[in-house]
Each structure stands twice: as C-alpha cells, then as structure tokens.
C-alpha cells in the first residue's frame, strides 16, 4: 500500500531552507529532469533557496525542464498575478533555465484544447517531480473539489473562493480571474515524485482533511495519497492539526 510521507520542519525559516536544499539536492542528481513547478505565495520563500543554490553552482537547471502547474485565464498576460509572470519574478528570471526548456500554458492560445492536448502529448513521458502548492479547499493546481483523478490538462471554472484568494496575486481593485488553465490530475498521479507544500495556520484544517479524512474527490490532494512517492512538506503551523504518529521530524 501506498504511504504518504509527512515531514514537518520547525519554523517556515527551517522549511524553506530544507525544502530549497532537497530541490537543488534532486537536481544535482537528476541534471535532466522535468519538473512541473507551482506559485502562489507558498513556495516563494523556496524558490528563493533555489536562487541561492543555482548562485552557489550547488544546483543547475541547465539540462532540466520546467513545466508551469497552471495559469490564470481572462486577465492581461502581463498581470502580476499571472502564474507565468510570478514564477518569471521568483525563479526564471535568476536561474539557468534554457528558454526552450520552459513549457507554459496559454490561455490566450486560438484553440485552448489543442494546446492542452499538446501539453499532455509532452507529458506522456511522465514528469520526475510535480511539486504543488495546496487550496484551503483542497484543490492542487486549479484542479478544484469534484474533479475527477483521470483529468487530463483543460480550462477549468475556478471555485469561487479560488478567485476571491487570488486578490493577493492580482491586487486590490484588479479585475480576478474566474477560469484557468490547469495539468490534470491524470499528469500529476504519473510523476515518480509528488511533494505538496504547506505553511501556515490557515492551511492546518485542509492538511489535517486532506490526510485524516476519507480519500475524495471533493479535496483533489487526498488522492494523491495512493501516489507511491508522495511527501507532504510541512512547517509547523501546517501541520498543527495533525497527530504526532503521522509526522516525520524535518
Ligand atoms: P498559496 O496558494 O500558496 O498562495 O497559498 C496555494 C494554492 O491555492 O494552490
């Protein structure tokens, strides 16, 4: 049977310098790898690591693909919400990824389900690592509550709290984003290695569901967890609501 890892690490300062340190550490061991790579707010502080790390010549991403995990639709490409534009601020634009090498989503493309298809066609030699970001709903990526584990990459209606939280990305008063683009479930089940981060009170009650509760579409990170290479990555806060038997000290 499957079984999930749970790590937790003391302080978010301890998190993000382990979590950065076990990337550059992946990386250095599998230089060509292809990695599907999250934003938001909770990975920033890793990414910073990272920066470091490719910096110091300890890391490289010179052989490496990168996969953006989803986009926002209905807003200007260059809105400093955009996932492409935040993963360009934290990551892209400091380390050494080969232009060809980054693969994003477009949701201003002419035919949106041929170039999910296109995407998918890429990703039928599987991703080595998915790292993700999780919802206060449960969703990973934009795949949010009720979809299914064979999802392919799509547009998707967002939940309405999806588009609420993402005023911290766009900005008081910017117009909000109510559909994305998102790698399906389906993409994300076949990478060798999923690691799911989370920080913070706020995200404690959905981590402490998405690993206690039945496993259920209605939270997608729960059915990550017949994944056989799957690691929650947690900080303390995360993972206050957990009991101690699940946890693995970081
Ligand atoms: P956050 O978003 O990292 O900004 O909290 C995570 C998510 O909604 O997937």
């Known amino acids: 049977m499957a079984m999930v890892h749970v790590v937790r690490y003391e302080s978010p300062q301890?998190?993000?310098?382990?979590?950065?340190?076990?990337?550059?550490s992946f990386l250095a061991d599998q230089p060509a790898a292809r990695v599907a790579l999250p934003t938001g707010a909770t990975p920033e502080p890793v990414y910073a690591g990272i920066v470091e790390a490719v910096r110091a010549g300890v890391a490289s991403f010179g052989r490496a693909h990168v996969f953006l995990l989803d986009e926002f639709g209905g807003v200007p490409p260059d809105a400093k919400g955009r996932c492409d534009v935040m993963l360009h601020r934290a990551l892209l634009d400091h380390v050494d990824v080969r232009p060809g090498h980054y693969h994003k989503l477009d949701p201003e493309a002419p035919d949106v389900e041929a170039m999910c298809a296109a995407y998918d066609a890429a990703l039928k030699q599987p991703l080595d690592l998915v790292m993700l970001g999780i919802g206060r709903n449960g969703h990973v990526g934009m795949n949010e509550p009720g979809t299914p584990p064979d999802?392919?990459?799509?547009?998707?209606e967002l939940a309405p709290s999806t588009t609420q939280a993402s005023v911290r990305y766009f900005g008081e008063g910017a117009a909000l984003p109510?559909?994305?683009?998102?790698?399906?479930?389906?993409?994300?089940?076949?990478?060798?290695?999923?690691?799911?981060?989370?920080?913070?009170?706020?995200?404690?009650?959905?981590?402490r569901d998405v690993l206690l509760e039945p496993v259920s579409a209605s939270r997608p990170a729960s059915l990550l967890r017949g994944h056989p290479d799957c690691w929650f990555l947690l900080d303390a806060a995360a993972a206050s609501k957990l009991p101690v038997g699940v946890l693995t000290r970081g």
């Open 151 to 156: 999802s392919g990459t799509r547009r998707v």
């Open 14 to 24: 301890a998190w993000a310098e382990h979590v950065a340190a076990r990337f550059a």
């Open 178 to 207: 109510t559909w994305g683009i998102t790698l399906g479930l389906a993409q994300i089940l076949a990478a060798r290695t999923i690691w799911i981060l989370a920080t913070g009170e706020g995200k404690a009650d959905i981590v």
